[in-house]
């Protein structure tokens, strides 16, 4: 990167680590942040009358699937009707199915590997929240596809798309008493997931890709003088 005329960042959180790690200085930062493919908006599954959150990703430190088992043992103490659905595989897999048998809670956990295509889409439509407690996440598409879904969203704050989305619930990874009380507003106050289902869904539609390739050229052309 100290060779490189520009780093382009996709989020001014990511843009912070690569200063602080790097020594890369702010002015050779620009920020373009992702964005998602368009589509028509998803109306609720039918199970989504059923309580479910959803973690969906790789089961890695990263990601924080061990705060979202935290969080869960929280919720289901007031609320023990929840399923947590962890979707997804990595090298902490094994150590989290064996943290939810420790809490006690792993009739309430159910893990489902890798989706993708339909069964992705499902998993988003059937969830009542979505939940992303990322340690250190760049961006965060996945919170974008969740809205494209119509599923209310909470996110880490330690990332990308938190800097972007303002109808969204967000909490720090760190901080699972927040985390659960949160989760147990969408599930008790029906007009919550509601009202952030109907805004999330307008504000979504500012997130296509048209957005950041602009950007992208502009960059090329300003460092090429075309």
């Excluded at 990167?1 to 790690?21: C, F, L, P, Q, W």
């Excluded at 050779?28 to 998602?36: C, P």
């Excluded at 969906?56 to 929280?74: E, M, N, S, V």
């Excluded at 599923?151 to 969204?168: C, F, K, M, N, Y």
Aim: hydrophobic share 40%.
């Amino acid at each position: 990167m100290e060779e490189a005329d520009r780093v382009i960042a996709v989020s001014n959180y990511t843009k912070g680590m690569i200063m602080r790690h790097y020594g890369i200085p702010e002015w050779k930062i620009s920020v373009v942040h992702n964005a998602v493919e368009p589509k028509s908006p998803s109306l609720p599954s039918p199970l989504q009358r059923k309580k479910i959150v959803l973690f969906l990703g790789r089961i890695t430190l990263q990601k924080g699937p061990d705060y979202f088992l935290y969080a869960a043992k929280k919720v289901l103490e007031h609320d023990p009707d929840v399923l947590f659905l962890i979707a997804g595989k990595g090298d902490m897999e094994h150590f989290i199915i064996e943290k939810s048998a420790e809490l006690g809670i792993s009739r309430n956990v159910l893990f489902t590997g890798f989706l993708k295509g339909e069964e992705l889409e499902k998993a988003y439509r059937m969830a009542s929240l979505y939940v992303m407690p990322s340690v250190s996440e760049p961006f965060g598409i996945t919170a974008l596809e969740a809205i494209q879904s119509g599923t209310p969203i909470l996110i880490s704050r330690q990332s990308g798309v938190s800097e972007v989305i303002a109808h969204a619930l967000k909490a720090d990874f760190w901080d699972v008493n927040d985390l659960a009380n949160k989760i147990l507003a969408v599930l008790r106050y029906r007009a919550l997931p509601a009202v952030m289902r109907e805004h999330a869904s307008q504000e979504i539609t500012k997130f296509n890709w048209d957005s950041p390739a602009q950007k992208c050229m502009d960059i090329y052309r300003e460092l090429t003088g075309r």
